[in-house]
């Protein structure tokens, strides 16, 4: 299964721009910061993430103010030029 839900702050955002399909898209970029626990012991974990929302969901998430937390769920796929990953995000739930 490929499924990712994250909390995060909205960092960055894109104009909207439309696919080929016609279909709105947001490029964003999320910034996630927490305290996991790995083998025991307690990680401070920090990194940037690149992602987009296509369709419906953008206009959720233009209404959405730079730095505001959410908690976004969806997939990962590669890129167009196959280096790195991009998180696809399918749902929002804002202010978490």
Same mark, same amino acid.
């Given at each position: 299964?490929?499924?990712?839900?994250?909390?995060?702050?909205?960092?960055?955002?894109?104009? *909207? =721009?439309?696919?080929? +399909?016609?279909?709105?898209?947001?490029?964003?970029?999320? @910034?996630?910061?927490? &305290?996991? !626990?790995?083998?025991?012991?307690?990680?401070?974990?920090?990194?940037?993430?690149?992602?987009?929302?296509?369709?419906?969901? *953008? =206009?959720?998430?233009? +209404?959405?103010?730079?730095?505001?937390?959410?908690?976004? @769920?969806?997939?990962? &796929?590669? !890129?167009?030029?196959?280096?790195?990953?991009?998180?696809?995000?399918?749902?929002?739930?804002?202010?978490?």
């Amino acid at each position: 299964m490929n499924r990712l839900v994250l909390t995060a702050q909205l960092v960055e955002r894109g104009a *909207t =721009r439309y696919t080929p +399909a016609g279909l709105p898209a947001l490029d964003l970029k999320l @910034a996630h910061q927490s &305290t996991v !626990t790995e083998d025991g012991q307690a990680r401070q974990v920090s990194f940037e993430m690149k992602a987009v929302a296509i369709g419906a969901i *953008t =206009r959720r998430i233009a +209404a959405l103010g730079l730095g505001e937390p959410v908690t976004v @769920a969806g997939f990962l &796929t590669a !890129t167009r030029q196959g280096k790195g990953l991009i998180f696809h995000i399918t749902e929002v739930e804002p202010g978490t």
